[in-house]
């Protein structure tokens, strides 16, 4: 049963509200910049007047296009595409500095890209990603507040829920989507309080153990990963550099850390599509030598999937490594989302790309040469991908060699 307008309404006004006070969690004096498709309007509109009833100075919405983002990487000049955006980084990493709060609404296409050349989208993603290293370093080290949410768009639920009626697919997304961020609770925001608390005490266990390794293994994945000396395992909420909570990810399901960087080794299999640069990626092995991808192999997207590593030296790395049980609400639901957001917290997943430096004791104080010194990848991406499964085992390496179970058939072992 569909939900009726009202009770649409009224979710929406307490998702704004958690977007808003949990997810960002925008404070009396602080600017909050959203980041949004146009097609979120009235949730962007509900989200701007939640945060000027708390007192936000100003919402500076930044709006995209699905339709002229495609025109643009069918038709733009080739330089474009290797042209630094340096004015928005620029105005960016001057609203980080100045303690601005970052709100990004998400209702992507898995396929919004399908079909363009994968050079064009590659030399996009790389020089951005240079142009914004300055905010990223103020977003990765947790300097500022920044938080990410989805809502459906019509051509992400046909991909979600083919075989329900059209006119239905939306609402359905809607409702799987108020479940994952648990707005089908009788007090959310209780709720979420309460989620976060478990998720601490699993990475409470984890830095009491202090593993120097973990040990993949499950079909198709044999991978172990040294950890660096000092990681620290984090879970959903954040502390920026004023002391304010924030969750980065709604929904958010996992504890995570940093590896060691060149401590990678083996091969790991992916579980589940993902969705990247408006293409699917499936089916792929990843092997590691030291750390550095030294193959890959993918049953769909593998050109897409080659240039993601060739971005930079970075991109050939991990930077997370992410515990997500297989018993969660997300995998349990049994939907796959081909979003991120949602499918990395239906299993665990590993990051390409640049680690966080909260992940390291004191790293939120270090400069990227200590973190690098410290055994953290830097890059200019970041993407998760998902290898979890009921079928995988993961064992924690004490520094004396000591082995104790993690995961066990794709569960907490303890």
């Not at 910049?33 to 919402?59: C, D, H, M, W």
């Not at 980080?96 to 990004?104: D, K, P, Q």
């Not at 979600?160 to 961020?181: C, G, M, S, Y």
Request: proline share 5%; glycine share 8%.
């Amino acid at each position: 049963m569909s939900m009726t307008e009202t009770e649409l309404q009224d979710k929406l006004s307490k998702y704004a509200d958690l977007a808003v006070q949990i997810g960002v969690n925008v404070q009396p004096g602080q600017i909050l910049v959203v980041n949004a498709p146009i097609t979120a309007a009235e949730f962007v509109r509900l989200i701007t007047a939640k945060a000027y009833a708390i007192g936000a100075s100003q919402v500076k919405v930044n709006w995209s296009d699905e339709f002229i983002t495609r025109q643009q990487f069918e038709h733009a000049s080739p330089e474009v595409f290797t042209k630094a955006p340096t004015w928005f980084a620029g105005e960016m990493t001057e609203l980080a500095e100045n303690g601005a709060a970052f709100l990004s609404v998400i209702a992507e296409n898995p396929d919004a890209l399908k079909g363009i050349d994968p050079e064009r989208i590659a030399n996009f993603q790389k020089t951005r990603g240079a142009a914004l290293t300055k905010y990223r370093e103020l977003q990765m080290s947790d300097k500022v507040s920044w938080s990410i949410v989805a809502i459906p768009s019509q051509p992400w639920a046909d991909k979600v829920f083919p075989e329900v009626p059209a006119d239905q697919r939306v609402d359905k997304l809607w409702e799987a989507i108020f479940h994952t961020v648990r707005l089908d609770r009788e007090d959310p925001v209780a709720a979420w309080q309460e989620h976060l608390d478990t998720l601490e005490s699993k990475a409470n266990v984890l830095n009491a153990k202090k593993y120097a390794s973990l040990h993949y293994i499950a079909p198709g994945t044999d991978l172990s990963i040294e950890l660096p000396e000092g990681h620290l395992w984090a879970q959903g909420d954040s502390i920026n550099a004023k002391g304010h909570s924030f969750v980065a990810n709604m929904p958010t399901e996992e504890v995570f850390t940093a590896p060691l960087k060149t401590g990678v080794n083996g091969t790991v299999r992916s579980t589940k599509p993902l969705s990247y640069g408006g293409n699917v990626i499936d089916g792929f092995s990843i092997t590691f030598e030291q750390g550095r991808i030294t193959n890959v192999s993918a049953e769909q997207g593998q050109e897409a999937l080659e240039y993601l590593i060739s971005l930079d030296e970075g991109a050939k790395y991990l930077g997370e490594v992410a515990l997500v049980p297989h018993k969660s609400p997300i995998s349990e639901s049994g939907i796959l989302y081909f979003n991120t957001l949602f499918d990395e917290n239906a299993s665990n997943h590993l990051a390409i790309g640049t680690a966080y430096a909260f992940c390291l004791e004191g790293g939120k104080e270090m400069n990227q040469d200590e973190l690098t010194a410290r055994g953290l990848n830097n890059s200019v991406t970041h993407v998760d991908f998902m290898i979890g499964s009921a079928e995988m085992d993961i064992y924690g390496i004490t520094a004396d060699g000591t082995r104790e179970p993690v995961f066990q058939k794709g569960n907490w072992a303890f």
